[in-house]
């Protein structure tokens, strides 16, 4: 079975604050994903990733940035943090169009 | 990447009732397509693929009418269990595989 693991399950934060958000998959799938998930608004894409050190933006990608320094971890950046950025954050990897997901991490910025 | 929509519901339904979703999509080179489900506060997981043919797993079956640009989920004898938000996913051809998620339709199954 494919494992996607992200690092936090809940995280608060404060406005400002740099926030680190990172996603592992054990199956050397080359595609990597993160969403962001508010109700009402369902699944939006932040960013992508082909490839290591590739990386291409999403729909949403204003206030985020990405690192993909290896092929199993691609990490979402908040740069500094805003409460609009309150959100559950879904990364995935994917292989022939299929999307593993992790379990998400809730954010709340204060 | 063009929209995907799905009528959020909900739709609410007694155990044992058989019931169908649609989801539209605008992109008419889309190649792939698959429904998810989401359990509440749970990340979606891959409920079936859909093929040009149709196909069905159990009690679930998924068809795909590319002249009409929409794809449906149909649920015989609904269980209890089965209460989640289904999401619609399409993927355009290119090689991409950039999905684009419909906002999902939610079922609930009452006793």
């Known amino acids: 079975d494919v494992k996607v693991t992200q690092s936090s399950r809940y995280l608060v934060k404060r406005t400002g604050e740099k926030v680190f958000l990172e996603c592992v998959q054990d199956m050397d799938h080359e595609n990597m994903f993160w969403y962001r998930q508010d109700p009402g608004l369902g699944l939006r894409l932040i960013y992508f990733?082909?490839?290591?050190?590739?990386?291409e933006k999403g729909d949403i990608p204003e206030g985020y940035s990405v690192s993909r320094e290896k092929k199993e971890r691609f990490s979402l950046i908040l740069e500094s943090a805003s409460t609009n950025q309150t959100s559950m954050y879904l990364c995935?990897?994917?292989?022939?169009?299929?999307?593993?997901f992790g379990p998400g991490t809730r954010l709340l910025v204060l | 990447r063009k929209e995907v929509e799905q009528d959020p519901g909900p739709f609410n339904v007694p155990e044992g009732a058989t019931v169908a979703f649609n989801c539209t999509y605008s992109n008419s080179a889309s190649q792939s397509f698959f429904w998810y489900r989401q359990d509440c506060r749970k990340e979606p997981k891959l409920l079936m693929s859909?093929?040009?043919s149709g196909n069905e797993d159990g009690r679930f079956t998924a068809q795909l009418n590319r002249a009409s640009q929409y794809i449906s989920l149909l649920i015989r004898d609904s269980k209890l269990s089965d209460s989640a938000t289904y999401l619609c996913v399409v993927i355009a051809s290119g090689g991409s595989y950039i999905p684009t998620f419909g906002r999902g339709t939610s079922l609930i199954v009452h006793p």
């Open positions: 859909v093929y040009s």
């Open positions: 990733s082909y490839d290591v050190k590739m990386k």
């Open positions: 995935a990897s994917s292989f022939a169009g299929t999307q593993y």
